[in-house]
């Protein structure tokens, strides 16, 4: 098991391919895809999580995270209740070390407790593991890359690559997800008002549907909307296909359109 503080970078290295699309991609719906194929299709990474931690009592809130035997979502809700405080990132993300990037690789076999290196080592065949992580007034975000028994692991040189990428990453994801986040806040004080008027306007409409639409008409993203309602983001997808399927139309414009000619939207308005 190797800690390691990661130092400023002053001389150059290769920027990996489709890189300024996920940073063009930041604030978007687009970014979940372009990050998903720099991790997984570039570098052939097994699984890997994006969480933050909002201190050292605080349970860490995963963000991202896919791995290619779609279970990652299981894995993920038994890390954020209870197995999270195993993680050896943790044992050097504290109080009693300064702010600043840093990195952990540990091999499967360096986890000591056994429930846990069954659970998300043995269980899926992962090999190694390397979190990338910043810590900065408390606060830390994180990336953790798995590499699988099969695949042999990580490569030196892939550790390299993965650490620099990482290191570069980590600032680009928490801009994104801090945009999601105030974007998402600055909707949520009418979420509920609008989710009546699409309620009232739409009685043919889901629950669920009702609130993705709601939220999809104030502008929220996709990936907005899931970490609002905690929902996958396929399946924000999922009810809002379905809403247009019920009303017989195909883009929100067409929604939007359809809400502002209804009385339920007049009634909000004047209220």
């Known amino acids: 098991m190797i800690y390691s503080r990661i130092e400023d970078c002053h001389g150059s290295f290769t920027v990996v391919k489709g890189f300024s699309e996920a940073i063009a991609a930041v604030g978007t719906d687009r970014f979940t895809g372009c990050f998903k194929a720099l991790v997984q299709e570039t570098f052939q990474v097994a699984e890997f999580l994006v969480f933050h931690r909002l201190g050292d009592k605080s349970p860490p809130m995963v963000l991202l995270g896919e791995s290619r035997d779609g ?5 993920v809700k038994s890390y954020c209740s209870n197995f999270y405080r195993l993680d050896p990132i943790f044992n050097v993300l ?10 952990l690789h540990l091999q499967a076999d360096e986890i000591n407790n056994s429930a846990y290196r069954l659970a998300f080592y043995s269980v899926p065949g992962i090999r190694e593991q390397l979190t990338i992580a910043n810590k900065s007034d408390g606060a830390v975000i994180a990336i953790s890359l ?6 042999g692991g990580f490569s030196a ?23 999601i986040g105030n974007a998402e806040r600055q909707k949520r004080v009418s979420a509920k008002d609008m989710e009546e008027c699409v309620s009232w306007a739409f009685p043919e409409l889901t629950k669920r549907e009702v609130a993705v639409c709601a939220r999809s008409i104030l502008g929220v993203t996709a990936e907005g909307i899931a970490l609002d309602l905690g929902i996958a983001q396929t399946s924000v997808l ?6 247009y399927a019920r009303l017989n139309i195909n883009s929100i414009n ?14 909000l308005a004047a209220a």
């Open 238 to 243: 999922t009810y809002r296909r379905r809403a």
């Open 94 to 103: 504290n109080d009693s070390n300064p702010d600043g990037d840093y990195s």
């Open 146 to 151: 798995f590499a699988r028994e099969q695949d």
């Open 71 to 75: 279970k990652s979502a299981e894995r």
């Open 254 to 267: 067409q929604l939007s359109t359809m809400l502002i000619q209804s009385s339920a939207a007049r009634q």
């Open 157 to 179: 040189e892939q550790m390299a690559e993965l650490k620099q990428f990482g290191n570069l990453l980590l600032p680009i994801l928490s801009l994104h997800f801090r945009l």
